[in-house]
């Protein structure tokens, strides 16, 4: 059984893939299965994604976002999208 239980690493966006396969085969931790069948790679093991982001760069639909675990985003400076906005809120009033 795949693990999906965490809120990070590679998402697909599967009405821009086009199945050309770059992800699932230079992907260096093997995060992602392939389905034979609807030829489409899956994110299989989410929790070994070290973000490097190196699928999101490949992928020549831009189908990939990875997303990274809080303590990176916050290691990073980067203010999670939400927390961006609740800035914003603030600062109108
Ligand atoms: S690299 Fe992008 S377009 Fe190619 S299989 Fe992966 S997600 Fe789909
Ligand atoms: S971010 Fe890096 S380790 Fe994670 S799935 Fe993409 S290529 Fe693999």
């Known amino acids: 059984m795949y693990k999906t239980d965490v809120n990070y690493g ?11 396969g770059t992800c699932y085969e ?3 931790l093997d995060i992602f299965s392939w389905d034979d069948e609807k030829r489409i790679p899956i994110v ?9 982001c190196f699928c999101e ?3 020549p639909e ?8 809080l303590h990176h985003m916050l290691d990073f400076g980067i203010a999670p999208v939400n927390l961006k906005n609740e800035h914003k809120i603030i600062d109108r009033k």
């Open 62 to 69: 831009v189908a990939i976002d990875v997303h990274l675990p």
């Open 10 to 20: 590679p998402k697909i966006e599967y009405a821009h893939c086009n199945g050309c």
């Open 57 to 59: 760069i490949m992928c």
């Open 44 to 52: 299989a093991y989410p929790g070994e994604c070290s973000c490097c």
């Open 26 to 28: 230079h992907c260096p």
